[in-house]
């Protein structure tokens, strides 16, 4: 059982586990529902209004219901973009990103506080691991962003801060529990996770057989210009993470989507586009069932950290145009929020920054 400050974590509880702990407490399994559909509802225990007063201080003794407090929230004036900065219950902060598409609102959210993996041009990789987000705190960011617009989320992202497949078991329950119909009954199909390509991962992903949409994060087309961004490649080359995206595949019938970060005189010259393309057939049109390839292209995030600069938009079209002539399906990725730095990793940084000043 999860506990936050000597408590038990309710948010991250599953019905029966709440149905065991209830019982625990001397009360009827049934209630287990009623308390649960609260919750995901963004209410606290003293909101729960059809379950008696001994009960909600029963649970008040010994559990909690911890939701992300909203520290900053910016709007986008151009397309109503909305960047939350979350704050937990231990005084970290976390990114999560509302945005609206014609087929319903979108949630981007983080996995972990910090990240590991060290992809030189992230934002959200330096300082590096700080601690990985429980259940609780995957879902309380839907939670909370879907209380605070007053609309419902209908599709996440899980492409915030982190590698969600490095907080695996957590990430597993997140998905159970976010599509409960007791609760925010978000489907599966309804949900994508990014991975940088921790191949065991996604071997052990593609044994739970779930309906998520899979992207990895590639950003290269070969060994050496990846290995000098993501770290992770010197572990797991590009023929074995492709190799692993066929079993999923294969598993799953689950389209794959490649994420790649246009870097100016990094990997964004015609050359390199057709060098993407050869490698993405060669490496996935192995297996006999017909791989379906799509690319999404994104200029990279300039930070300041990292020295990266953005391609130019002549160097974006032409790259796409070169993919999608060679029989890769490319598109660039539409990007929203420009004017509020909704990209991951860079509110987070400017809080720690600002933190770090005040403390001198």
Not at 308 to 322: H, L, N, P, Q, T
């Amino acid at each position: 059982m999860l506990t936050v400050n000597g408590k038990a974590d309710l948010l991250s509880m599953n019905i029966p586990e709440l149905e065991e702990f209830l019982c625990l407490l001397g009360e009827p399994k049934y209630r287990a529902k009623q308390v649960f559909s609260w919750m995901h509802r963004g209410v606290s225990i003293d909101g729960m209004t059809d379950i008696s007063k001994k009960l909600r201080e029963k649970l008040s003794e010994t559990a909690l219901v911890d939701f992300p407090s909203v520290e900053q929230k910016l709007v986008s004036k151009l397309d109503g973009t909305v960047k939350y900065l979350f704050g937990l219950h231990d005084g970290n902060v976390i990114e999560s990103v509302f945005m609206r598409y014609k087929h319903g609102n979108t949630i981007c959210i983080s996995s972990e506080v910090g990240c590991p993996m060290g992809c030189k041009f992230c934002a959200s990789t330096i300082g590096g691991l700080v601690r990985r987000l429980s259940p609780a705190e995957l879902l309380g960011q839907v939670i909370a962003a879907q209380r605070d617009m007053g609309e419902r989320i209908s599709n996440i992202v899980m492409m915030g801060i982190g590698e969600p497949l490095d907080n695996f078991d957590n990430t597993l329950k997140f998905l159970s529990l976010v599509g409960d119909p007791s609760g925010l009954n978000i489907g599966s199909r309804h949900i994508s996770l990014s991975t940088c390509g921790l191949v065991d991962k996604i071997d052990e992903l593609a044994r739970h057989d779930l309906q998520i949409t899979l992207s990895i994060s590639l950003h290269a087309a070969d060994d050496e210009t990846r290995s000098s961004i993501m770290p992770v490649n010197n572990k797991w080359n590009i023929e074995s993470l492709l190799d692993a995206c066929r079993r999923y595949f294969a598993a799953t019938g689950r389209r794959i989507s490649f994420e790649y970060t246009l870097i100016a005189g990094k990997n964004d010259s015609p050359e390199y586009a057709k060098r993407l393309a050869h490698t993405l057939k060669h490496g996935l049109y192995r297996s006999s069932k017909p791989f379906p390839i799509h690319v999404n292209l994104i200029p990279v995030n300039e930070v300041e950290e990292s020295g990266f600069s953005r391609s130019s938009g002549d160097a974006v079209k032409k790259f796409c145009e070169i993919l999608n002539s060679l029989g890769v399906n490319a598109t660039v990725r539409r990007k929203l929020g420009g004017d509020i730095n909704a990209s991951c990793g860079q509110l987070r940084r400017a809080k720690l920054k600002a933190d770090s000043e005040a403390d001198e």
